[in-house]
């Protein structure tokens, strides 16, 4: 009974430290609307960065020819071939995607990048027919690098700093474009990089040659982060020409949000101390696939010492950082039998106990909710107010005709995690009220990125 009650107070703990009422929600997304301003001004103290891409002109679908890209982002990266041929024949795609051996991401930048490029080169190897460059040209890369970087040019940028852990000493401050064609040229690889894209970026690109009413990409992936078209004429800290479409998008990096109106609880403050990147990328550790399974071993913890959730001893597995993985957490969530059995086994199998009581499986179950719950609204509070900054959340008062509005949304978070998933679309429905949302749409775009990098090679390239 004792514990019981203890059990009961966490949980009622949790309950309300977790908890995102739909003013909550408004709120936070009237800070990130003033966050965006700030960042567009480079006030210095602007957490979102708003990042300007030098994209200005988004793909037409006229594009042509063979075009490489590279995804570097997470916990793999991908290379991928494209023939593009414009509007008739569009793509024709090949990739294969690869695991980045853990100890790369903690070690040289020379080590990353020469594995990445050994990569490439064995893929551009199995290059077959149905692809075709003409005599004399060199292949075409469009590097997708997700991770903030100061873009100089098209093709040129510096790293900002390392996030979802990757911890590389020395590759801050420097041209990661030129760190890979380095790499390449040790590797004898003849390729130009033509175009540095954010995944954001690559899967705007990717999304507009798909729908042409795509305004926005936000990736909810092991990190999470949104680019979206602005109006040069909006962006104070651009200095440079007006660009001829008037457009440009912008990386916001808005994993780093933060906000005092963010339900930031004492499991949130830990993790982050705890983290490789203290007191960075707030808003990320509250909602991306690399953080939620850990909030939830957090909380879980808690109440295996003060409740004895799993037994009298604490199982010792609890105790190491991210022993408890968003992957698992959502196939946890998502057991629908009514002893929870897929759970169970789950669960003895990360905790390594021999037996797990149905009232600590229901337990797990409503924290896997409530973690992910908030996640997934607090990612629709961005979405929305990304949409407010656009003058999207609200159907025209002049009686002009609703324009359709799509976000495409990319990463294996949003694509596999269905409980969350649903939550994001129904929340952001709920912030826009029925009228509007009825012209919104959140759209899935597999792999956008790729295809999206690759095409602004395209239209970057040396040939162009
Ligand atoms: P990245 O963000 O690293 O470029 P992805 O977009 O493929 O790569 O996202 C991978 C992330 O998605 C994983 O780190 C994990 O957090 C999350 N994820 C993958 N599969 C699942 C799943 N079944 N359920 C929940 N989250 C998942
Ligand atoms: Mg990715």
């Known amino acids: 009974a004792e514990r019981r009650k203890k059990a009961a107070d966490v949980i009622e703990e949790v309950d309300r430290a977790f908890a995102t009422p739909t003013p909550m929600l408004r709120d936070i997304a009237d800070a990130m609307v003033e966050e965006m301003e700030r960042g567009l001004r480079a006030d210095p103290h602007a957490p979102i960065k708003m990042l300007i891409s030098y994209v200005d002109n988004l793909p037409t679908g006229d594009e042509h020819g063979l075009f490489y890209a590279l995804d570097l982002g997470g916990t793999n990266f991908r290379v991928i071939r494209v023939q593009l041929g414009g509007k008739e024949k569009r793509v024709v795609q090949q990739y294969e995607e690869v695991a980045i051996p853990p100890h790369l991401m903690v070690g040289t930048s020379i080590e990353l990048f020469d594995f990445i490029a050994a990569e490439l080169e064995r893929f551009v190897a199995t290059e077959g027919d149905d692809f075709y460059l003409p005599e004399g040209r060199q292949r075409e890369l469009g590097f997708t690098f997700s991770f903030p970087v100061n873009q100089t040019s098209i093709s040129s940028g510096t790293l900002i700093k390392w996030t979802k852990g990757?911890?590389?000493?020395?590759?801050?401050?420097?041209?990661?474009?030129?760190?890979?064609?380095?790499?390449?040229?040790?590797?004898?690889?003849?390729?130009?990089?033509t175009a540095l894209v954010n995944d954001t970026v690559g899967t705007l690109a990717g999304g507009i040659y798909d729908d042409k009413d795509v305004v926005a990409a936000v990736i909810l992936g092991t990190g999470t982060n949104a680019a979206y078209v602005e109006h040069a004429n909006a962006i104070p800290k651009w200095n440079g020409l007006l660009p001829r479409s008037g457009n440009m998008v912008i990386n916001m990096e808005w994993g780093n949000f933060k906000s005092d109106k963010l339900p930031h609880s004492e499991y949130d403050r830990a993790l982050d101390f705890e983290s490789l990147n203290p007191g960075e990328q707030i808003y990320e550790k509250m909602i991306s696939g690399m953080y939620l399974g850990e909030i939830v071993r957090?909380?879980?913890?808690?109440?295996?010492?003060?409740?004895?959730?799993?037994?009298?001893?604490?199982?010792?597995?609890?105790?190491h950082l991210f022993a408890l993985r968003t992957p698992d957490m959502s196939a946890m969530h998502h057991d629908t039998s009514h002893d929870l059995r897929f759970m169970l086994s789950k669960l003895k199998d990360i905790l390594g106990v021999a037996d797990i009581s149905l009232e600590a499986r229901y337990i797990t179950l409503h924290i896997c909710d409530k973690v992910a719950e908030?996640?997934?609204?607090?990612?629709?509070?961005?979405?929305?107010?990304?949409?407010?900054?656009?003058?999207?959340d609200r159907v025209p008062s002049?009686?002009?005709?609703?324009?359709?509005?799509?976000?495409?949304?990319?990463?294996?978070?949003?694509?596999?995690?269905?409980?969350?998933?649903?939550?994001?679309?129904?929340?952001?429905?709920?912030?826009?009220?029925?009228?509007?949302?009825?012209?919104?749409?959140?759209?899935?775009?597999?792999?956008?990125?790729?295809?999206?990098?690759?095409?602004?090679?395209?239209?970057h390239s040396q040939y162009a």
Do not use: W
Request: charged content about 25%; some cysteine.
């Open 398 to 459: 002049d009686g002009s005709p609703k324009k359709r509005t799509v976000v495409a949304v990319d990463g294996g978070l949003f694509e596999h995690y269905k409980k969350f998933s649903s939550c994001v679309e129904a929340t952001l429905a709920d912030l826009l009220g029925k009228e509007a949302a009825s012209s919104v749409v959140v759209k899935m775009a597999n792999d956008g990125s790729g295809i999206g990098a690759a095409l602004l090679a395209a239209s």
């Open 374 to 392: 908030r996640g997934a609204r607090l990612a629709a509070a961005g979405i929305y107010g990304i949409l407010k900054k656009l003058g999207r």
């Open 298 to 319: 957090r909380i879980l913890l808690k109440l295996a010492h003060d409740a004895s959730l799993f037994g009298d001893v604490v199982p010792p597995k609890l105790e």
């Open 166 to 193: 990757f911890s590389i000493n020395g590759t801050v401050g420097d041209d990661v474009v030129a760190e890979l064609s380095r790499a390449m040229e040790r590797q004898g690889l003849d390729m130009k990089v």
